[in-house]
């Protein structure tokens, strides 16, 4: 999800810091050899969204790190308008590896890509139909459904809630999958947990409109705890913080889960965070880079698809809940996990990676 900056020291100095690209930091400088540059464009949620930008510059420099022959640098976009003007930036200073962060960025990346065949781009999010472009895809609605069952283990109201920022499949595929866990555990237990924010059948809930505004995703949780949710995952970006941040100064009233990337890592609200919905995009991201650096062809058909069998998401710890967990119930998502890995469970989203 986009995410924006949100510790202390607000947009501001951030904001001024991603208005140009981040330093190259040429480890190898003065050795004369070409070096391979993986060059990134983030989404309008800025390099420290603490979430999904962060994680793919977490891949960039992973790789980094493992292959000192590689160059890596980012440009953040501030608008939509941007993601056409800093693909082709990239392309003209001679990428090797132009990186497009978000499945928003779809459009503009297909548009650059169609138009520089030769041209190796990368997208997290997305599958398009030019060759020269390598998914990165998430099946979150699983890491979902393990939250959903989760949630409806650890209610003591009866209702759980979900939001999003837009009603975008990266989207929607953690809600699906979170009603579902609801649901499984419904049947399973012979329960009625309720889930307020999202139906999966209508395909209709709440959503903040926006990826930025914590005061937003505050207002959207705000609403649903007032119908008796007393666990929330927002799937909106930065303005899920508005959500977590007022969790946590409800001293226990209602707690939440987070997404895409390790929220008691990445947030300042580890006290209200059960646990996290997590897209590893670092990993794949690190891959798909020191692949091509070291001149292997990456296929565009199938891409990368993560899931719970090769840990492309699944559950972060559970921090500050460890012990607020019961055992039985642990056990219980343990089971899970490996059941939908093996495919025995199924989980399905309209949303989900084709």
């Not at 979150?140 to 459904?145: D, L, R, V």
């Not at 995952?233 to 990337?261: E, Q, R």
């Not at 993560?306 to 921090?319: D, F, I, K």
Request: net charge negative; glycine share 12%; aromatic share 8%.
């Amino acid at each position: 999800m986009r995410i924006a900056s949100v510790f202390a020291v607000g947009g501001l100095v951030l904001a001024a810091a991603a208005c140009g690209e981040a330093p190259e930091e040429n480890n190898g400088a003065g050795n004369g050899d070409k070096k391979y540059s993986a060059c990134m464009v983030t989404d309008v949620g800025g390099i420290d969204d603490k979430s999904f930008n962060t994680s793919a510059w977490a891949g960039l420099e992973a790789a980094k790190a493992e292959n000192d022959n590689i160059d890596i640098k980012y440009v953040a976009s501030k608008a939509e308008a941007d993601y056409e003007v800093n693909l082709t930036q990239y392309v003209n200073q001679k990428c090797d590896f132009i990186l497009a962060v978000g499945g928003l960025m779809g459009d503009a990346t297909s548009k650059i890509a169609k138009a520089n065949p030769n041209q190796q781009f990368g997208i997290v999010d997305a599958k398009l139909p030019e060759s020269n472009v390598y998914p990165m895809q998430f099946d979150t609605a699983q890491a979902g459904f393990l939250a959903g069952y989760l949630a409806a283990g650890l209610t003591k109201s009866g209702a759980v809630g979900t939001y999003g920022g837009l009603p975008i499949p990266p989207v929607t595929i953690f809600m699906d999958g979170y009603a579902d866990g609801v649901a499984h555990f419904n049947k399973t237990k012979n329960k009625n947990v309720r889930v307020l924010g999202w139906d999966k059948a209508t395909q209709k809930g709440s959503f903040t409109n926006d990826f930025v505004k914590q005061d937003e995703g505050k207002k959207v949780s705000d609403a649903l705890v007032a119908q008796g949710a007393d666990i929330v995952m927002p799937v909106a970006g930065g303005a899920g913080l508005g959500t977590t941040g007022a969790a946590k100064a409800s001293g226990g009233k209602y707690n939440t889960i987070w997404v895409d990337v390790d929220g008691c890592e990445s947030t300042p609200d580890c006290p209200a965070i059960i646990t996290t919905v997590v897209k590893n995009i670092p990993d794949a991201v690190k891959e798909a880079v020191l692949k091509a650096a070291g001149g292997e062809k990456l296929e565009a058909n199938p891409g990368f698809l993560g899931t719970l069998a090769n840990n492309g998401v699944s559950l972060a710890p559970y921090h500050d809940f460890d012990s607020k967990i019961p055992a039985d119930l642990k056990a219980e998502i343990d089971k899970l996990k490996a059941d939908i890995a093996a495919g025995t469970v199924k989980v399905e989203s309209k949303a989900q990676p084709k």
